[in-house]
């Protein structure tokens, strides 16, 4: 991936978080997480499903809502906002990535993530829907598919896959 440092002993360094900004509260949030050494773990439809339910399942007891989501084969992206003054993006990720990692390692016995994620904060005039809109054509942009609708493991808790789809007619 373009623009990562390699930390010591050749593993990628996490990448930064914005100075000054507490990730606290109401913000919207594009997140791209790789597994480790970007292997192609969720090849596997039960993988990419297990780890999808337990993202979303950790995210509303975060106090996040899941706009968007897409498993590819390497990695994961979401789009997630803060429901309260209180949801705390990091905390957040921290317990997903554990909760994952976790059930993942005991049946895999590897390390399911690497160190890190990459994250973009949303401005406040700037379009969820268009972003979430990008995050389910992923797929068909890497030639899995030629359609978002034909991807098993993409989709939004808030618009409905019709919704999404009708934006990118």
Same mark, same amino acid.
């Given at each position: 991936m373009p623009?990562?440092?390699? $930390?010591?002993?050749? %593993?990628? $360094?996490?990448p930064p978080r914005i100075p000054g900004f507490d990730y606290l509260g109401l913000h919207q949030y594009f997140l791209t997480i790789c597994a480790s050494e970007r292997q192609k773990v969720f090849r596997s439809g039960t993988? $990419?499903?297990?780890?999808?339910?337990?993202? %979303?399942?950790?995210?509303?007891?975060?106090?996040?809502?899941?706009l968007a989501y897409c498993v590819m084969p390497d990695h994961l992206h979401l789009l997630v906002?803060?429901?309260?003054?209180?949801?705390?993006?990091?905390?957040?990720?921290?317990?997903a990535k554990q909760r994952t990692g976790r059930s993942y390692s005991r049946t895999a016995g590897v390390r399911l993530w690497q160190e890190g994620y990459y994250d973009r904060v949303l401005r406040r005039d700037e379009d969820a829907r268009a972003v979430a809109r990008y995050i389910v054509e992923n797929p068909v942009r890497a030639g899995l598919v030629n359609l978002p609708h034909e991807y098993p493991h993409m989709g939004s808790d808030i618009w409905s896959i019709e919704e999404l789809m009708d934006d990118l007619m």
């Open positions: 623009g990562l440092q390699l $930390a010591p002993l050749g %593993r990628v $360094a996490r993988t $990419a499903t297990v780890v999808i339910e337990q993202i %979303r399942h950790t995210a509303h007891e975060s106090g996040f809502a899941v906002e803060g429901r309260s003054a209180s949801a705390d993006l990091r905390r957040f990720i921290k317990r």
